[in-house]
């Protein structure tokens, strides 16, 4: 059985580990920074990284890589159409790749940046995803198009919902905030706002969240239901001519929220 922690890395990150006790080898996703996985690998010794998992090149994704391989010799994983140090397979969609035992799908998830992979585990329910979609939210738009980014959430937000949801940055809270004031009256954001404030007061995980809690509560995967559509013709003073168009008004508005 593969164990799953986060490790804090900066102020909002999370560097995701995933340990198999049977071998002692493990994996992460996306290193911004060598020093935790290095504090944790010299706290348990007898254990060997064997993979790093990449998303996409953005520096707090990808800043530990060098050091972490040239110190484990451990696999280097990345989007093929973008630059990632060190990077030992080039991975694009459609492609499949073993981890620890298991097979994982690359799911190419454009938006964010242009080469963004996402991580599919369909046995385990496993999906590392980056800062393509966030609990109750979605990465910025750097690179892509919001007709993009549409297109690669509703990929995701199609996967099974049980699917668990690792993407890489604590920011559920202000999300909720953002949630809230599209759907007002949705209940389960509301919930969630208030489970989530509860749990960032102790300083607890947000994550992993599951596509299930998403599909309810993310306003990215809601721009075809009817109350998030008035609430966006209700401030662009405009129908909006298609789901795409709801994202993209709701992805202009949460930038300046
Ligand atoms: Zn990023
Ligand atoms: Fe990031």
Redesign the pocket.
Same mark, same amino acid.
């Given at each position: 059985m593969i164990k799953i922690d986060a490790l804090p890395a900066f102020t909002d990150n999370y560097i995701w580990l995933l340990q198999d006790p049977e071998t002692r080898r493990c994996a992460v996703v996306d290193p911004g920074d060598a020093a935790p996985v290095l504090a944790w690998l010299s706290e348990h010794p007898g254990w060997q990284l064997s993979d790093i998992l990449i998303t996409?090149h953005?520096p #707090?994704?990808v800043g530990g890589v060098e050091r972490l391989k040239s110190t484990s010799g451990a696999r280097v994983l990345g989007p093929a159409a973008e630059r990632i140090p060190a990077r030992d397979l080039a991975l694009g969609e459609g492609d499949r790749v073993e981890v620890l035992g298991h097979s994982f799908a690359i799911i190419e998830v454009p938006g964010?940046?242009l080469g963004h992979i996402a991580y599919y585990q369909a046995e385990q329910h496993w999906l590392f995803c980056? #800062?393509t979609l966030f609990a109750a939210g979605c990465?910025r738009l750097?690179e892509g198009t919001p007709e993009q980014m549409h297109v690669s959430l509703s990929r995701l937000a199609a996967l099974p919902a049980e699917t668990q949801v690792y993407c890489?940055h604590e920011y559920t809270l202000s999300n909720l905030r953002f949630a809230q004031a599209v759907e007002p009256d949705n209940r389960q954001i509301a919930q969630r706002l208030a489970q989530v404030s509860e749990w960032r007061q102790t300083g607890r995980i947000s994550l992993p969240s599951t596509l299930q809690l998403e599909r309810a509560t993310n306003p990215f995967l809601r721009s075809d239901e009817p109350s998030v559509q008035a609430r966006i013709a209700e401030r662009e003073g405009a129908k909006p001519r298609s789901p795409s168009d709801v994202f993209a008004s709701l992805r202009a508005w949460k930038d300046r929220f």
């Open positions: 996409h953005h #707090d994704h964010h940046t980056g #800062d990465g750097f890489t």
